[in-house]
C-alpha cells in the first residue's frame, strides 16, 4: 500500500526554521510530482510548493524566498526547508504525490506551529 510519511513539524520561533520531510513507500507506479500542502485552522488547504519529476518547482507568493522544496527521486523523498517562519505559517503541512495514472496520495499531516 501507498504510504506517505511526514516529519519535521513542531514549535519554532518566528524567524526560526524548520525542515519537513516526506517519504513515499509502496509505490507501483512513477510519480510525476509531490507537494507540500497547508491547512490553516478555520482556513482551506492551500498549496505551498511541488516539484515536478524534471525538478521544476512551483511556490505560493506568500512562501517565495522563504521556503525551499527538494526531492530526492531514488529515496522517493521530498522536503520543504522553511526558514524565517512567521506566525501566519501556521498549519498542518500534507504531503502529497501524483503518480502516473494521476491518482493522488496524501500523507497525514504534521503540525507546525509559529509562535513565540
Known amino acids: 500500500q501507498v504510504q506517505l510519511v511526514e516529519s519535521g513539524g513542531g514549535l519554532v520561533q518566528p524567524g526560526g526554521s524548520l525542515r519537513l520531510s516526506c517519504a513515499a513507500s509502496g509505490i507501483t507506479f512513477p510519480i510525476i510530482n509531490m507537494g507540500w500542502y497547508r491547512q490553516a485552522p478555520g482556513k482551506q488547504r492551500e498549496l505551498v510548493a511541488t516539484?515536478?519529476?524534471?525538478?521544476?518547482?512551483n511556490y505560493a507568493d506568500s512562501v517565495k524566498g522563504r521556503f525551499t522544496i527538494s526531492r530526492d527521486s531514488a529515496k522517493n523523498t521530498v522536503s520543504l526547508q522553511m526558514n524565517s517562519l512567521k506566525p501566519e505559517d501556521t498549519a498542518v503541512y500534507y504531503c502529497?504525490?501524483?503518480?502516473?495514472?494521476?491518482?493522488?496520495?496524501w500523507g497525514q499531516g504534521t503540525l507546525v506551529t509559529v509562535s513565540s
Open positions: 502529497k504525490m501524483r503518480d502516473t495514472l494521476q491518482r493522488d496520495r
Open positions: 516539484i515536478d519529476r524534471f525538478g521544476g518547482t
